[in-house]
């Protein structure tokens, strides 16, 4: 069922909130029925303390689906919609730019930078994806149709309009879009030794029958060319930071190939942002040591599911505050969005046919690695 528009238009790119009020108490109280006898009763109910409910309803900021304003002394009703603007939290400025790679009547696809969520959620509204593009393209029902990571660069695909959304969404879920992503990895750093029933098999360029390494097994030597499939399990716990590989039914699969590795010519460019993205130096010119360039394609799209693999193979992702250790704010905090460090992990490639018009469709991100700690709005 589509969801019911707001009565009025988002204020900066941020859509009204709804609520809906609940049954009444019969005999006997169940989760979810309210004694009140008015809609004011209800609100202040409703929304915690720290919430002014009288100022708002003075300020006629509480609306009915029909476009009334809400007045305190109202008589109950229940199953009423009532939409408001919710005040928005302080928000520190995410760096870089949301690039439109591809634009039509559908659908728009951008290329963006890291440490900008892709809708609004919790402590992130303003600056994501959706608020930031409803407000400067005039696109009200802007909606993505697949996620991506809050730290990942790079493609994301969305629709100009609610109606054209349930078709392109149904090609993610399904698996129908083939995805290639780009990262850059220190291979110098000791393998975990986590235990989790994950499988790697090593197999050539060909695609011949792989040999297969189980879990505890000698770990393949990374070759330049040759396809590593990872096949294992992973659960995004509620409470957790890290997402976690587990004994079970597999649910998440990558294809990852070392492509080449940094410090030939044409690297001397890119040796100063690695290092602030935590690269080791090596040699005596202080240049890229251990630093391999990846391409990976991931079958399956669980939580953090490129992150935790590369990890899985000793090969954590330059800039990851998470793998292979949290780096935490503060002792016992959240992990860290240091704008210096970003994650060098790139969606840079989608392709798929396109379920409206049938045209094949494929498009590449605008970012190269490294993903730069430099670039500005």
């Not at 002014?52 to 300020?59: F, H, P, S, Y």
């Not at 690039?99 to 809708?119: E, G, N, S, Y």
């Amino acid at each position: 069922m589509p969801m019911p528009s707001a009565p009025f238009a988002p204020r900066d790119g941020v859509s009204a909130t709804r609520v809906i009020t609940p049954p009444p108490v019969r005999q006997t109280r169940h989760a979810g029925q309210t004694s009140s006898r008015t809609i004011g009763e209800w609100l202040r109910l409703r929304f915690p303390a720290s919430v002014d409910v009288d100022e708002a309803l003075e300020a006629g900021r509480y609306v009915y689906a029909d476009g009334r304003t809400v007045i305190a002394t109202d008589e109950y009703r229940p199953r009423t919609e009532i939409w408001f603007e919710r005040d928005l939290p302080d928000e520190t400025e995410v760096p870089g730019a949301i690039r439109i790679v591809h634009r039509d009547a559908r659908l728009i696809v951008i290329d963006k930078p890291p440490f900008l969520a892709t809708i609004p959620r919790g402590r992130h509204v303003r600056q994501t994806v959706v608020t930031r593009l409803r407000s400067e393209l005039g696109l009200p029902e802007l909606q993505p149709v697949h996620r991506l990571d809050r730290l990942t660069s790079g493609l994301v695909v969305l629709t100009t309009e609610r109606r054209w959304r349930g078709a392109y969404q149904t090609l993610f879920q399904r698996r129908e879009v083939h995805k290639v992503y780009q990262a850059l990895a220190q291979l110098s750093v000791k393998r975990t030794s986590q235990r989790s029933g994950a499988r790697v098999a090593l197999m050539p360029l060909d695609r011949g029958e792989p040999r297969r390494f189980e879990d505890g097994a000698a770990r393949p030597a990374w070759t330049i060319g040759a396809l590593v499939e990872v096949r294992s399990r992973i659960e995004k716990r509620r409470g957790r930071w890290q997402a976690e590989e587990l004994p079970g039914e597999v649910n998440a699969i990558s294809c990852i190939v070392l492509e080449r590795m940094l410090g030939g010519a044409g690297d001397e460019c890119v040796s100063e942002e690695l290092h602030g993205a935590g690269a080791s130096r090596g040699g005596a010119d202080g240049g890229i040591a251990g630093v391999g360039v990846f391409r990976l394609e991931p079958s399956t799209g669980r939580t953090h599911q490129l992150r935790v693999h590369m990890n899985r193979l000793g090969a954590p992702i330059l800039g990851d505050p998470l793998y292979p250790v949290v780096r935490e704010a503060w002792p016992g905090g959240p992990p860290a969005d240091d704008f210096a460090q970003p994650l060098q992990l790139l969606a840079a490639e989608l392709s798929f046919t396109d379920p409206v018009d049938g045209a094949a469709r494929h498009f590449e991100a605008q970012r190269k690695l490294p993903i730069s700690s430099q670039e500005r709005r």
